[in-house]
């Protein structure tokens, strides 16, 4: 008897699991679309000596959620910038990403070493801007296309 009131809540349970309805990604949000970011890192000379450099790639935002990649994945000198916009414009980000250029990396990090950070961001209609949170000052200006 307990064994057909488990298979039986079981169902129960499938069946509202399966009529729920599926809202975060399908969802559209106000900053959906496809947006250009440049991402301007200046030198670093507090005590690395890292030079600065300047990273032009498209991201696309769908259901609030944003990603996009510059370079070719998996090979030094890529990286993926992924997160979440929420409905009031402020975003939590983060950059994956794969050195490519020892002189260009605080601590001259070996070129392949993976590294990783977070970024502060702020959207409003058609722009929005951010801040790498960390070591190093990067900042962030997001175009919609």
């Known amino acids: 008897m307990r064994t057909c009131w488990r298979a039986g809540s079981a169902l129960v349970i499938a069946a509202h699991l399966v009529a729920a309805p599926v ?3 399908e969802d559209s949000s106000a900053f959906d679309g496809r947006w250009d970011v440049t991402l301007t890192c200046p030198p670093h000379n507090e005590d690395e000596d890292a030079k600065g450099y300047v990273h032009r790639f498209p991201v696309d935002v769908k259901g609030g959620l944003l990603r996009g990649t510059h370079g070719s994945e998996g090979e030094p000198g890529w990286h993926l910038l992924t997160g979440k916009i929420a409905p009031d414009g402020r975003a939590a980000l983060r950059l994956d990403g794969i050195v490519n250029n020892p002189n260009y990396a605080v601590g001259h990090a070996f070129r392949g ?21 960390g070591k190093r000052h990067c900042e962030f200006r997001f175009e919609r296309k």
Request: hydrophobic share 30%; aromatic share 12%.
């Open 23 to 25: 809202h975060a990604a």
């Open 113 to 133: 070493k993976p590294y990783n950070y977070n970024v502060r961001a702020t959207f409003e209609g058609a722009g929005g801007n951010g801040q790498r949170v």
